[in-house]
């Protein structure tokens, strides 16, 4: 019953990006062909929207779900691994037609293939797991 609230918001966000068209293969090849807003709207959004809400959060003092305090611990921004993640990640996106976040939605729908996608995503976690501490960080 705790879980229940993560589902219920999980659902929700299922089928926001559903009715957004996010998780559209047709969508995603317009946005890596540059031939359309929507989705760069999107993601465009979704950053400003973010950034908001993390400076709400920050400047008024917002507790979690389970009542703890949000803090905000400052990273290390190492351009050459997050340019090398972040070619990954869209090479991935680019070949496969979908970003992690709509893997399950699209398996809801009934797309069978995409069950071939999460098995790569789970492996490449396990992998990166086995890996972690011999990567930098």
């Known amino acids: 019953m705790k879980l229940l609230k993560y589902l219920l918001v999980g659902v ?10 996010i998780i559209s293969w047709y969508r995603i090849y317009e946005m890596f062909r540059f031939e359309s ?4 709207g999107v993601i465009g959004s979704a950053v400003v929207l973010g950034a908001i809400g993390v400076l709400l ?12 305090e ?9 351009v050459p ?15 496969i037609g979908a970003c992690p976040g709509p893997i399950f939605i699209l398996i809801g729908y009934g797309y069978a293939s995409v069950l071939i996608v999460l098995a790569g ?3 490449g976690t396990f992998v990166y797991g086995l890996l972690r501490e011999k990567l930098p960080h």
């Not at 959060?57 to 703890?68: A, D, L, P, Q």
């Open 12 to 21: 929700l966000f299922g089928i926001t990006l559903a009715k957004a068209e």
């Open 37 to 40: 807003f929507h989705m760069y």
């Open 57 to 68: 959060f920050k400047k008024s003092g917002f507790k979690s779900i389970e009542g703890e």
């Open 70 to 78: 949000i803090s905000f611990i400052p990273k290390n921004f190492s």
């Open 81 to 95: 691994r997050y340019l090398l993640g972040g070619t990954l990640f869209g090479l991935g996106w680019a070949l």
């Open 121 to 123: 995503a789970l492996l």
